[in-house]
């Protein structure tokens, strides 16, 4: 009878590790690429500040901004007031050129030190500016309704507003601007009272479990944003990019269980050596002289063989049983009887659990289940070894 130990000599642990190498070097390769063509779908997606950068400038943001005290603020609405005074007499390009305006304002807030700014912007003059260069031109007539009753929305809609008008309004809005400065802001009320009860709530038993934020919250709360952030610039990525990682994977880990050429004979004390054939009839005589235990054994075998022969792994002595079920892919319809079948040689091989011609026979229909290639996998009974 043969058996297969799977001990591992020094020269047969050589040739797998020389092996193993070999098949690697192309795998790590492919793996390297991967992780390249992933990185370059990272770069290629694009961000959220370069769509902000990318849009169309407008007359607000294309224009510099300063930051300036109350005082220069001040200054700076005077001196607007009165182009808009000299605009509105030439009505001309020299005196209303746009340019004249100057930078937005980043005013503080308060007369405080280091207060908050807010950003004036004004865009909305320099609009009124350019279209202030040509004269109004002169108004729709409108044709007196005969009756009441034939007045139309036309009729009764309020003219727009000329351009002269604009610019009295817009001295207006300056002259108003000007006289906000110098009113002194109002303080922030204090609600004492809504903070009391406030407090009191808080100090509830539905709130005894809360914390306050920490600053390693803080900072995990961040990393999550950015992983968020990645993972959105990923996805919006060319499908092109995704498709080729996930081929590329693909390759990987085919590339790494690829068959064996068909001029290049199995390894020497590889279970596919020994005709699968062989390994069946040791398993019959063995059942036949009722010696159980060792039966399954080479009924494990013979499905080892079998398999091997398929070219579905390179053939290697140096694998355990759990290393051959790792090769066989989880959608493969193989897979469930190998792992019933590896399950049941497990224990009464290394386990040493007594073993019964019920569990004979069972091992006996996952082998030649797998023997046959059949697509559908056996149930699993319901007792016996196999079950437990």
Not at 3 to 13: D, H, L, M, N, Q
């Amino acid at each position: 009878m043969r058996t297969t130990t799977g001990k591992t000599t020094p020269f047969t642990a050589h040739a797998a590790r020389r092996r193993t190498a070999s098949l690697g070097r192309p795998a790590g390769a492919i793996r390297t690429l991967a992780i390249v063509a992933l990185g370059l779908c990272f770069a290629l997606a694009p961000r959220h500040g370069d769509a902000q950068t990318t849009a169309a400038p407008s007359a607000q943001s294309s224009s510099k901004t300063r930051e300036a005290s109350r005082e220069e603020y001040r200054q700076h609405l005077l001196d607007l007031s009165k182009i808009i005074r000299n605009c509105a007499q030439a009505r001309d390009m020299k005196t209303c050129d746009p340019a004249q305006v100057g930078p937005d304002d980043l005013v503080p807030v308060s007369s405080a030190q280091n207060a908050s700014r807010a950003l004036v912007r004004h865009g909305w003059l320099r609009v009124l500016l350019s279209k202030a260069q040509d004269k109004d031109a002169p108004l729709p007539r409108t044709k007196p309704p005969s009756t009441p009753q034939s007045q139309s929305w036309e009729n009764v809609r309020p003219l727009p507003r000329t351009t002269t008008q604009l610019l009295e309004d817009a001295q207006a809005r300056l002259t108003s601007d000007v006289n906000q400065i110098d009113i002194a802001p109002h303080a922030p009320p204090v609600h004492a009272e809504e903070r009391s009860q406030m407090k009191q709530v808080l100090a509830g038993r539905d709130f005894s479990g809360l914390e306050e934020t920490n600053p390693k919250d803080s900072t995990l709360e961040e990393v999550g944003n950015w992983l968020n952030h990645v993972l959105e610039s990923a996805i919006r990525a060319s499908a092109v990019c995704v498709a080729l990682v996930w081929g590329l994977l693909q390759l990987e880990r085919r590339w790494r269980i690829r068959l064996v050429p068909e001029d290049r004979g199995p390894a020497p004390g590889a279970a596919s050596a020994i005709p699968w054939q062989l390994w069946l009839e040791d398993a019959r005589r063995a059942a036949a002289s009722g010696q159980w235990r060792e039966a399954i054994h080479f009924l494990y075998w013979a499905a080892i063989s079998r398999l091997e022969s398929k070219r579905l792994w390179p053939a290697d002595r140096a694998r355990t049983p759990r290393e051959y079920l790792a090769l066989v892919a989880p959608d493969d319809p193989r897979q469930p009887n190998l792992a019933r079948l590896t399950g049941s040689f497990e224990r009464v091989w290394y386990g040493g659990r007594a073993a019964a011609e019920g569990d004979y026979q069972r091992a006996e229909q996952l082998a030649m289940a797998l023997i046959a290639g059949t697509a559908s996998a056996l149930q699993a009974p319901s007792g016996g070894t196999d079950s437990q």
